[in-house]
């Protein structure tokens, strides 16, 4: 569709959004970022997209005016009882672009969106760590002998995204009693953060909504999956570049209805606009689960959407890090170089039925009509998730990936370049490298979707999927000099949110149907491994008055150290020299202080009280 025209087609396409109860699709906006970038979300399920359905929302840095995605959105397809086709998914733009609404659906089977129950989660909730660690600082304080809260923490009040954190589900109505994650201070099953009981979120900074597809599909046309999708977005506050580039997503699909669905693929649509949009071009790297865009040519100038990003452009994409769980049979599955022995995760480890997928194919899609266009129904999703084109055709490696040739050899990824020397992408069939810049492509509007799968979700059945939006810009070399440096963030994220220390039990150690229940105490936020309960900082003299020693057994010279207030301003930022630091806090006003040190994937916290 023209940008131009599509302020026209929201209003047009508005009232299919609206069905006959008279409930609206979504109407909440917000965002998510750091000092490193600026991330709108859309209570209707479109990460990067700008609320007016007409202007790109993903901003690196903040203020620049430089964007690099217009929007990006899931699409899930499956067959059903009959083999009849379900499908839902979001595109770029505004309401006519998602088959989404807000709210979780019914546990019975039926799958039934309750329209009171939609108004109320029209909302997008959005926490700090900080807040999360300062109420549970309070709660120690209160449960201690030792500890006078109201000298230490003199009328402290919980932040109202505590309060308000949407943690149960009524249970009258039908619904799941466990919405958003929590950590049951007091162990009694029931959200309550006046007995200490904080939101469980991942990174420094998350925002949670909950949404499902069982209305009008507007995008897809296609029948509802009765699919409840619990979204997640996340970001670090960190020195490391890397990771501060990075916004995360955990998608968390639940199946509500009574059908058994085959055939699933759950795919990512990222309609990349690196600065200017239309001088793109993009690639996939399967071995680390990446696609993703790199400008075209040397400088990437102004266009109507932004000021561009000048003379050494960046490049950005999307890891898939965690996929959905293979079928189990009963083995530890062997790496083989064949999807999804090749990307996938838990292959050859000792343990038996935790593999998982990695990308299990990647494409793109033109803004024209024709074999490669702008899918118009249920049928052309699926196609699209499934390796195929519009007309059918699969997508074939070479030139742009279409070819009416019966011998072409099928491709699951577009644009690997020299990332697949073993032909993973082709059935084990190695290929020379195949990129837009060897094939002499006119750069332009590229949109492309990144495909895990094809699985069986039963009725009841969870899938958790964890995906990484990355920013890497070299400080030269040109174009493809940023891709190289978009490798190493994957990398980094990869390493990052796993943990180098311990792993990262909230994301991947536990069951699928449990990874968004009550969180245990220590996995107060699990984007790295958090020791705030086990191997805290060891701060003293506690209280301080002039001199603070800083104790991280374990950690070297190097790691970050910070010191936050008790309203989370930064009022001291420095690096380790070592096992033992030490810091001036003499000009320090007098309050309570939180004390973290981040090293090599691990996090140590403790309280400070100056005098």
Not at 409 to 422: C, H, I, N, Q
């Amino acid at each position: 569709m023209n940008r131009s025209s599509l302020c026209l087609a929201l209003l047009s396409a508005y009232a299919w959004a609206i069905p006959v109860d008279g409930t609206a699709q979504g109407t909440a906006i917000t965002s998510i970022g750091n000092d490193r970038l600026e991330v709108g979300l859309t209570s209707w399920g479109l990460i990067g997209a700008g609320a007016d359905g007409a202007s790109p929302a993903f901003e690196v840095p903040p203020g620049a005016g430089a964007h690099v995605l217009w929007g990006s959105g899931l699409w899930v397809t499956g067959r059903g009882p009959g083999d009849a086709l379900h499908a839902a998914g979001a595109d770029y733009g505004g309401l006519f672009d998602s088959d989404y609404w807000t709210g979780p659906l019914t546990t019975d089977g039926s799958a039934t969106a309750l329209p009171g129950v939609a108004q109320a989660y029209d909302r997008i909730w959005c926490v700090e760590r900080f807040d999360i660690e300062q109420h549970l600082n309070f709660h120690d304080c209160v449960d201690d002998p030792d500890c006078d809260e109201a000298l230490v923490f003199p009328g402290y009040q919980p932040a109202q995204s505590l309060i308000d954190w949407p943690a149960m589900g009524d249970i009258a109505l039908g619904l799941d009693p466990y919405q958003a994650p929590f950590v049951d201070r007091d162990g009694d099953g029931a959200y309550d953060p006046d007995l200490g009981d904080v939101p469980c979120i991942l990174g420094d900074r998350a925002c949670f909504m909950v949404l499902n597809d069982q209305r009008p599909h507007s995008f897809s046309q296609g029948l509802p999956l009765g699919i409840e999708l619990r979204l997640m977005p996340f970001v670090f506050d960190t020195n490391d570049p890397e990771l501060a580039n990075t916004l995360f997503l955990r998608a968390h699909v639940i199946n509500r209805s009574s059908n058994a669905y085959t055939d699933v693929r759950i795919g990512l649509h990222t309609d990349f606009d690196l600065g200017d949009p239309e001088d793109d071009m993009i690639g996939t790297d399967p071995s680390r689960n990446l696609w993703f865009a790199y400008n075209g040519d040397g400088f990437d100038g102004p266009s109507i959407w932004g000021p561009g990003f000048g003379g050494q452009p960046p490049a950005f994409g999307v890891r898939l890090i965690k996929g959905p769980l293979v079928e189990a049979d009963g083995n530890d599955d062997p790496v083989v170089p064949l999807i999804p022995g090749f990307n996938g995760q838990g292959f050859a480890d000792q343990q038996i039925d935790n593999e998982r997928f990695g990308l299990t194919g990647s494409r793109y899609y033109t803004t024209t009509s024709g074999a490669t266009g702008v899918p118009q129904s249920a049928v052309d999703v699926e196609r699209y998730l499934a390796g195929q084109w519009l007309d059918g055709l699969p997508q074939t490696y070479g030139g742009n990936g279409y070819s009416l040739d019966p011998n072409a050899t099928p491709a699951r990824f577009v644009y690997p370049g020299d990332s697949d020397p073993l032909g993973a992408g082709t059935d084990g069939a190695a290929q020379a490298p195949w990129s837009e810049v060897s094939e002499g492509n006119t750069p332009g509007d590229r949109r492309m979707v990144g495909v895990t799968g094809p699985f069986v979700l039963e009725s009841g059945e969870h899938a958790d999927l964890l995906f990484a939006y990355l920013f890497a810009q070299a400080p030269s070399g040109g174009p493809l000099a940023s891709v190289t440096a978009l490798q190493a963030a994957a990398d980094s994220a990869l390493v990052n949110v796993i943990g180098d220390v311990g792993g990262m039990a909230g994301v991947f150690g536990i069951a699928e149907e449990n990874a968004l229940s009550v969180c245990a105490p220590h996995l107060v936020t699990v984007g790295l491994v958090d020791h705030r309960r086990s191997m805290g900082v060891q701060v003293f003299p506690n209280p301080a008055t002039d001199q603070l020693v800083v104790l991280t057994p374990g950690t070297a010279a190097g790691a970050e150290l910070t010191l936050r207030d008790a309203s989370g301003r930064l009022v001291r930022a420095m690096r380790t020299t070592g096992e033992r630091s030490a810091i001036d806090v003499s000009d320090l006003a007098k309050g309570v202080y939180l004390c973290e040190v981040t090293d090599r994937g691990a996090r140590f916290t403790g309280m400070l009280v100056k005098e």
